[in-house]
């Protein structure tokens, strides 16, 4: 069981987040994906699942914290500030009052390989994870959350399905994970929303 561990090199330097960065819709998409069961604790593992961030520039995001699905209200104090991303080092780098969810390098994976992509949310459902699964863009089985083969794995997709289309890809490998992506926050979760 591996759920919500970090797999990369976590370098984090505790703080608050810059001053001028608006959180607002990344606030109030996370928590209403919490409302709707999307994202939270799944209390028979101990788990928590779902994280969601939006850019700031072409090397920065904003991303919810580690183990923060428990949390039914996120607020700025369970963000991180992801500064840089070296996938093939396996390393993120973040600072915030919180280290960068376990996802990370996924997100920062979808940001370089897809500039116009301005927001990722990353949701459980069983249910539309086994409807959807082979049917749109979907990772191999054998492909872990939150590691390099993951970030490689969204490349090849790009090269080889219509990913750019859907913005959604199910992750085969990661029980009920699925992954959007938009050009704002809204296009994300509408892209995600649509098939429920």
């Not at 280290?99 to 459902?125: C, F, G, R, W």
């Amino acid at each position: 069981m591996d759920e919500g561990v970090i797999k990369f090199n976590c370098h984090w330097q505790p703080g608050m987040l810059p001053a001028g960065i608006d959180v607002t819709a990344l606030l109030q998409t996370r928590n209403e994906l919490f409302r709707l069961g999307l994202i939270g604790f799944d209390k028979t593992e101990k788990v928590g699942f779902g994280n969601i961030s939006t850019r700031v520039d072409d090397n920065q995001f904003i991303i919810s914290g580690t183990q923060t699905g428990h949390v039914a209200q996120l607020s700025e104090n369970e963000l991180s500030l992801v500064t840089g991303t070296a996938i093939t080092a396996n390393t993120v780098f973040c600072s915030g009052p919180a280290k960068a969810s376990s996802e990370s390098m996924t997100h920062a994976a979808i940001y370089q390989l897809i500039p116009a992509a301005n927001a990722v949310i990353h949701i459980h459902h069983n249910g539309l994870w086994k409807k959807l699964k082979h049917h749109l863009p979907t990772t191999k089985a054998d492909i872990g959350y939150g590691t390099q083969d993951m970030a490689n794995e969204i490349e090849r997709l790009l090269k080889e399905n219509d990913l750019l289309t859907h913005k959604l890809l199910v992750m085969a490998g990661h029980q009920d994970g699925i992954i959007s992506f938009g050009d704002t926050m809204e296009a994300a979760k509408a892209a995600l929303l649509m098939h429920l």
